[in-house]
């Protein structure tokens, strides 16, 4: 909601009610944040440390925030880049090629201690997990969290007909990847 | 003109509206696509109990930690560091070329050349004073390529001049050193 919105940023620019405002903020939107990047780094203690990260980046750049976007947008942006950054690190930690950090993640839904749903969701976790970082997220925010591609598109910073294709591209690969893993 | 075009048994019309109708059916479909029984997936990825609660004091005890951490708002440790580190580089490599490529190695070069070449290169070196010696003791002083007289005026000169003035001017106080 924008108006609650506008009264937390309000009460952070007062050093008296800056650590209440901050308190609001993270009630409100940590679980957001929380499963945008649990979806894309499937792993419990992955997702926690970015999300924490996301807050700490607030905390110091609210007073920042020139509200050119949604408090939530903005955010977003934060979280998306955090776990793009984490996915890369990871990536140049282990000098594995992007697609073998997919395999490791799809390796932790398939041993059950990360994801416990049913054969179904199993398998559309396990084909949204071959599809690429960006079409991943895209894929995440429209299917699961029902954002708009005008949203997406500043959160992104990509166009709405580029995020359509993404969505398009996406959800093509995962209904091929869904049947191919039938038809075994 | 017969149309060459196939446009199965259809009208050219029709065809393209059937076209577009299944492309658009096809992007709604696709835009709309469920598969079924994954609406709450979020349920399937374990929480832990409590945890956001846990979150939040995680959030909490870092943003203070970073906060007393940070001498200055725009004190950047990541910038402090890479410069911190190019300054211990400049030093080492200073330290490093001062004790390898410095005065001692440059004696020990010097001492290897052989001597008659260091006499002939002191020889090239001295070349033209030679020239210049022998032409001073020999030849005429008028041929050779010394330095002209300046233009200057001496101290004679001077006071011929301001005699010259002083006598149809009104500078009889001057005073010559």
Not at chain 1, 45 to 72: C, P
Not at chain 1, 94 to 110: R, S, W, Y
Not at chain 2, 60 to 82: C, D, M, W
Request: proline share 3%.
């Amino acid at each position: 909601m924008p108006n609650e919105d506008e009264e937390i940023l309000e009460k952070f620019r007062v050093d008296a009610t800056k650590q209440m405002a901050f308190n609001l903020l993270i009630r409100k939107y940590q679980k957001r944040v929380y499963w945008l990047a649990r979806k894309m780094v499937v792993d419990h203690e992955d997702a926690n440390d970015i999300s924490q990260e996301v807050f700490v980046k607030v905390w110091f750049h609210l007073e920042d925030f020139r509200q050119e976007s949604g408090l939530f947008t903005w955010i977003y942006r934060i979280a998306t880049n955090e776990c793009f950054g984490f996915l890369r690190k990871k990536k140049k930690r282990f000098f594995l090629p992007l697609h073998d950090v997919e395999n490791e993640l799809a390796g932790k839904i398939n041993s059950g201690n990360h994801f416990t749903g049913d054969e179904i969701q199993t398998k559309l976790q396990l084909a949204i997990l071959k599809l690429p970082e960006k079409q991943r997220l895209v894929f995440n925010m429209k299917y699961f969290e029902e954002i708009t591609y005008e949203e997406m598109s500043e959160i992104l910073g990509t166009s709405v007909g580029a995020l359509k294709a993404s969505y398009h591209h996406a959800v093509q690969k995962i209904q091929a990847e869904v049947q191919k893993e039938e038809r075994f | 003109m017969e149309n060459q075009y196939n446009f199965n048994g259809k009208k050219e019309e029709e065809y393209f509206e059937n076209q577009f109708e299944s492309i658009l059916r096809k992007t709604i479909g696709l835009e709309n696509w469920r598969l079924p029984g994954t609406s709450n997936i979020e349920a399937n990825f374990l929480v832990p109990e409590g945890y956001w609660l846990q979150m939040e004091d995680g959030i909490r005890s870092k943003t203070l930690s970073k906060t007393s951490q940070n001498p200055h708002p725009y004190f950047n440790f990541q910038l402090a560091g890479i410069l911190g580190s190019l300054l211990i580089l400049m030093f080492a490599s200073y330290f490093y070329m001062k004790n390898n490529i410095g005065v001692e190695s440059w004696n020990v070069q010097l001492e290897k050349i052989p001597q008659e070449e260091m006499l002939a290169f002191v020889d090239f070196q001295n070349r033209d004073v030679q020239e210049y010696t022998e032409k001073l003791a020999s030849a005429n002083l008028n041929e050779m390529d010394l330095p002209k007289p300046s233009l200057r005026l001496n101290v004679v000169e001077i006071e011929q001049a301001l005699e010259e003035i002083q006598q149809d001017d009104f500078t009889e106080t001057i005073e010559l050193n």
